[in-house]
């Protein structure tokens, strides 16, 4: 039994506790059960995530496609696993909408959409990547939340490895889908350029993948890719071969602020400006490397230049991502911009002007990127 001494230090911790807390407000019992809606939406999409990775992992989704229908027993043997972990998996997709479940055969099977976004690599809409961006956020937030007690950020380099293989594969079918058709042709006088023979260099590229496609898609220019990690460039040298284009591309370990050439026709810059500690650092050497005539392409995360506007479920995407990693890289080094992946068009144009840069716009759009044309 508690003494009278425990009671009263028990009362005392309670209250100390309990005085940091507001008073109650009454809760609108409509509006709650909305929000519980919303939280378990939230809590099936974030349990669901791993399993994306698992069934891209050991080719669930692709051994899927390639048959009319499966049962889990069918799907098991077909891919070397065990059926009552399948069996389950099964059950979970059909639950999210990634499988489609005929309950009268008691098979699945993807619908042709289902097929397009989870198993053609080569396609625009290839999802699976993202699933391991999110992995990686779940496994990196110890040292997120050390970076919002301390401000001393987080590297892109200090990130598991599984946020630069989810990234490569993420980014790479936007790219493919956007960057040739749509995106070169939105700028004034690139693609005749490329046609020709051009100076190009890909900062910040990553493994390469947008790189290795504008190398792919005009053979007469040349083309090098540059990232400060070391764990990027290999994979890009490594796509590079895979693709058959190592004698089109080339690719060295560079910061932005201080990758070597000079007189390039055409500087882009995809999805990475808002990361970086030094924009305008990175901006100014922009500046000193191309032509008089050439052109910086900046690809950069869509946003609208007010919050309020922002606040939409591709926002909700981006801010999240960038709370998790653009953020924290961006802080990594003493001073950093901060910029975040919402980064409006304004704030990206006050950073070209300051770096000597006269002619800025917006070229392109899509509900995902903005493509900035920015020139001397």
């Known amino acids: 039994m508690?003494?009278?001494?425990?009671?009263?230090?028990?009362?005392?911790?309670?209250?100390?506790?309990?005085?940091?807390?507001?008073?109650?407000?009454?809760?609108?019992?409509?509006?709650?059960n909305q929000f519980l809606g919303k939280f378990v939406n939230d809590l099936g999409a974030s349990m669901h995530g791993p399993t994306v990775v698992v069934g891209e992992r050991l080719g669930l989704y692709k051994a899927l496609a390639q048959q009319g229908g499966l049962t889990s027993a069918e799907l098991a043997q077909k891919t070397g696993t065990v059926e009552r972990f399948v069996r389950e998996w099964l059950a979970a997709q059909a639950a999210s909408g990634y499988v489609s479940y005929d309950g009268a055969g008691g098979r699945f099977f993807l619908s042709p959409e289902q097929e397009f976004a989870l198993t053609n690599e080569a396609g625009p809409v290839y999802i699976p990547g993202v699933f391991y961006v999110i992995q990686a956020a779940f496994v990196d937030e110890p040292k997120i939340l050390?970076?919002?007690?301390?401000?001393?950020?987080?590297?892109?380099?200090?990130?598991?490895?599984?946020?630069?293989?989810?990234?490569?594969?993420?980014?790479?079918?936007?790219?493919?889908?956007?960057?040739?058709?749509?995106?070169?042709?939105?700028?004034?006088?690139?693609?005749?350029?490329?046609?020709?023979?051009?100076?190009?260099?890909?900062?910040?590229?990553?493994?390469?993948s947008s790189t290795i496609l504008m190398a792919q898609a005009f053979p007469k220019s040349s083309f090098v890719g540059y990232d400060y990690h070391q764990v990027s460039i290999n994979g890009a040298r490594a796509l590079a071969e895979e693709e058959r284009a190592v004698e089109r591309v080339k690719f060295e370990v560079a910061t932005a602020q201080a990758y070597?050439?000079?007189?390039?026709?055409?500087?882009?810059?995809?999805?990475?400006?808002?990361?970086?500690?030094?924009?305008?650092?990175?901006?100014?050497?922009?500046?000193?490397?191309?032509?008089?005539?050439?052109?910086?392409?900046?690809?950069?995360?869509?946003?609208?230049?007010?919050?309020?506007d922002n606040l939409t479920p591709v926002g909700r995407a981006f801010y999240s991502v960038s709370t998790m990693i653009c953020t924290p890289a961006s802080l990594s080094e003493k001073g950093g911009a901060g910029l975040g992946a919402q980064a409006s068009d304004a704030q990206l144009e006050k950073v070209a002007r300051d770096a000597g840069f006269t002619r800025f716009r917006r070229a392109a759009s899509t509900p995902f990127n903005r493509v900035l044309e920015i020139r001397p």
């Open 260 to 308: 070597p050439g000079k007189g390039f026709d055409l500087v882009t810059f995809f999805d990475c400006l808002h990361d970086m500690s030094d924009p305008l650092g990175a901006a100014r050497h922009v500046r000193e490397t191309l032509k008089k005539d050439g052109t910086w392409m900046v690809v950069e995360p869509f946003a609208n230049d007010r919050l309020a």
């Open 2 to 32: 508690y003494s009278s001494r425990d009671a009263s230090r028990g009362r005392s911790s309670i209250y100390r506790r309990t005085t940091y807390m507001s008073e109650p407000r009454p809760v609108d019992q409509e509006k709650l």
């Open 146 to 208: 050390s970076a919002f007690r301390t401000g001393k950020g987080v590297g892109w380099h200090e990130h598991s490895e599984m946020l630069f293989e989810g990234t490569s594969k993420f980014f790479r079918p936007n790219y493919t889908g956007n960057l040739v058709p749509a995106w070169l042709p939105a700028l004034d006088g690139v693609v005749a350029k490329l046609e020709k023979g051009a100076k190009v260099a890909d900062v910040g590229c990553g493994f390469g």
